[in-house]
């Protein structure tokens, strides 16, 4: 019996995916669970598993074409049984494939360690980590991995990147077969040097899906909205002194760090709370004001701007927070954020000082109203009881949507969160 192998159900919004790589041959034998394919939404990447074992009969999208929910991925032939690996020909099914003989393949087999080598098994890696190894020409089975259960995350592919910058290596790795194997003729080489000017060299990449809806959420956002951008600068001294104090308690106690993001999510919600109508979006002629504080936590990945969401982050206390962050933070790194993680989301902060950013302008997440942008700490001087002093400042700002946040709402609601920063205890009483 032959079963289709369809787009499952991708959450909600989500209609559309994009074949990001087979993980199985077509003609491969598949057990019941095994991952046959890699979607990629515009929020998250999805893995099809088979729900029944057999063949890979055919192969009916492939990788870079766009799907539906329910269109037909594949088709699974039940009745081959689990001896019949492939359904190749008879010269393939029974003959091992002939090997170029080379010196270097002499000396493996002379060893008894050729074989071996060849068919070590191929390791666990996240669809970020195998795109970003794919297109470095990085031999994955070479890294170790540090995601669970050894999986090869993007952080283990940029590590071994940047060591194999250090040592010289090179970018593309060893052929099993010797190194003359595929080489191109000198005078070959030699053509094609003359012909392509190496000054004014191109590469035409293919934009993610991800990236395709970003790129068209954020021209969106600027066309759809009356977005304005005010600013204000924050004295960073009482919550760096805070830290300095508390950190290690915190640490011990709870077993994560105390970082800035979890002052910047209560002075947040204080501030929204003071001025509910940042808290809001427009639908038609309504507005609706949301009495729940739902927090989106941007956060940069390889394939693009995430942001996944803190629910009811005012009942959350200052461990929680910056807990849930760091799995947020693990998660994107493994590709393993699910729809559910970035469905939603009333308010969002994006803190582009971690990448060095000393002032930017945010722009909107639509359908929310508001985005609150942190930026670098830097020391700086300022004015303080008559006298000069040298402070750690950072600029804050707020993209709002005109429609609904007047200029004098939108800093009040800067002042609001300057006042609660500045003042750290007050959040235990605003936030």
């Known amino acids: 019996m032959t079963i289709e192998v369809v787009v499952p159900e991708m959450g909600e919004s989500v209609l559309e995916a994009t074949v990001s790589a087979w993980r199985k041959k077509q003609g491969e034998y598949v057990n019941v669970g095994d991952v046959l394919v890699e979607l990629e939404t515009d929020k998250v990447n999805l893995e099809v598993g088979a729900k029944n074992a057999g063949a890979l009969a055919e192969i009916k999208v492939q990788a870079g074409e766009d799907v539906k929910v329910g269109d037909v991925l594949a088709l699974i032939d039940e009745k081959a049984g689990q001896s019949e690996k492939t359904v190749e020909t008879p010269a393939e099914t029974t003959k091992e494939p002939a090997l170029v003989k080379t010196p270097q393949r002499e000396k493996e087999i002379e060893r008894g360690d050729g074989r071996e080598a060849e068919r070590r098994p191929a390791p666990q890696i996240t669809p970020v980590a195998s795109r970003l190894a794919q297109e470095m020409g990085v031999d994955v089975t070479s890294?170790?991995?540090?995601?669970?259960?050894?999986?090869?995350?993007?952080?283990?592919?940029?590590?071994?990147?940047?060591?194999?910058?250090?040592?010289?290596?090179?970018?593309?790795?060893?052929?099993?077969?010797g190194d003359d194997a595929g080489k191109i003729p000198e005078e070959q080489v030699k053509t094609t040097e003359k012909e392509v000017p190496t000054s004014r060299r191109e590469e035409r990449l293919r934009m993610s899906r991800r990236r395709r809806t970003i790129a068209q959420r954020l021209l969106e956002a600027q066309q759809t909205t009356a977005m304005l951008t005010t600013f204000n600068e924050i004295d960073m001294s009482a919550v760096m002194d805070l830290r300095r104090r508390r950190n290690e308690d915190f640490q011990a106690r709870y077993g994560i760090k105390l970082g800035f993001m979890s002052f910047f999510v209560k002075a947040a919600i204080g501030a929204l709370k003071a001025f509910p109508q940042v808290n809001a979006e427009i639908q038609g002629e309504e507005i609706v004001l949301k009495r729940y504080y739902?927090?989106?936590?941007?956060?940069?990945?390889?394939?693009?701007?995430?942001?996944?969401?803190?629910?009811?982050?005012?009942?959350?206390?200052?461990?929680?927070?910056?807990?849930r962050i760091k799995d947020f933070v693990n998660k994107t790194n493994e590709g393993k954020l699910s729809i559910e993680d970035l469905t939603g989301g009333t308010f969002t902060i994006t803190n582009g000082g971690v990448f060095g950013s000393l002032l930017s302008t945010p722009i909107l997440n639509p359908p929310q109203v508001g985005i609150l942008g942190m930026q670098k700490i830097e020391e700086r001087p300022i004015a303080f009881n008559g006298q000069v002093v040298i402070r750690p400042m950072m600029y804050v700002a707020l993209s709002y949507d005109h429609r609904i946040v007047d200029g004098r709402e939108a800093v009040q609601f800067l002042v609001k969160i300057k006042e609660l920063v500045e003042d750290p205890e007050r959040l235990l009483l605003e936030g």
């Open 294 to 323: 739902d927090m989106g936590i941007a956060i940069g990945a390889q394939e693009g701007l995430v942001v996944p969401v803190l629910r009811d982050a005012d009942r959350l206390g200052f461990a929680e927070i910056e807990q």
């Open 143 to 177: 890294i170790t991995g540090t995601g669970t259960e050894g999986r090869v995350t993007r952080a283990d592919v940029e590590q071994f990147l940047q060591e194999r910058e250090k040592t010289g290596e090179p970018e593309k790795p060893p052929s099993p077969y």
